[in-house]
């Protein structure tokens, strides 16, 4: 059976922007729950971020999102030409001015009552821009411009990996993930891989939140996909971030690979 042709790129899955805007809310009031209990001693602690501590990454997760207010603070451009689905590619595009910006804040906040203040004060500037603006709003961004739901998507990416980074930095932390967040964020990054690979050969399920095809070659039309991949939602986030190498997760039981054509390896990760 001759190879199919890879099918053109997929308009954006269409997400709910109160229930996306109110993920947002709940994941970032769930990582300031959770800091408020650190002391100074663990806010120093590592992180698998490099040379980044516990402290610069609360401080980026709070940069990340006051990015949503500074957004809609700027002209409202005349048009979006840029896709939840072109994000991971632009993440690892300024990696100097983040860290630069993440420290500085975490400068200016060494204490956990100064970095407590800092999420409160976050939550409100979030809470009363969104409260007036419009679903349909368009924002201008460094990297290009997108709908007011497509960046809020994103934050549910970044606030859902470093969630993940926090809770492996600081033993015991446990920080909840929201479930809408973390299936907003499994779902775009389950599309990325689509749009990075597209074609029908393998089907790609993180239960209960996505299901994705993905990979040139022969396309099924029923019954069981003779190329499946399978995995949790943390494990893919974990794999598609980075975090997680494609033959520790296939070694550790993490994914389920069958086919020829279920080897991802060469295709994550998806974010920069």
Sequence with gaps: MPAATPPA????????????RAAVSAQFRNVRDALRGLDDTRLARPTRLGDWTVRDLAAHLALTVTAVPRA?????????GFSP??????????????ADAARRLAAAHPGPEDLDAL?????????????????????EMRVGTMTLTGFLVTRTVELVVHTD????????????????????????LADTLAAKAPGGATEVRVPPFAVVQCVAGPRHTRGTPPNVVETDPLTWVRLAAGRLSWADAVEEAKVSASGERSDLSALLPLLG
């Excluded at 790129?9 to 996306?20: C, E, L, M, N, S």
């Excluded at 809609?72 to 979006?80: I, Q, T, W």
Aim: hydrophobic fraction near 40%; charge should be negative.
């Design 165 to 188: 980074d926090l809770n492996a930095a600081v033993p015991g932390l446990d920080i909840p993930y929201d479930r809408q967040a973390l299936a907003a964020c499994t779902r775009l």
């Design 9 to 20: 790129r997929k308009r954006p899955r269409a997400y709910d922007h109160a229930r996306t």
């Design 119 to 139: 999420y409160a004060a976050t939550e409100r500037e979030l809470t009363d821009r969104l409260d007036a603006a419009p679903a349909t709003r368009l924002i």
């Design 85 to 98: 689905l072109d994000y991971a590619a632009a993440t690892g595009l300024h990696p100097e001015d983040v």
């Design 72 to 80: 809609l603070d700027r002209p409202e451009p005349d048009r979006a």
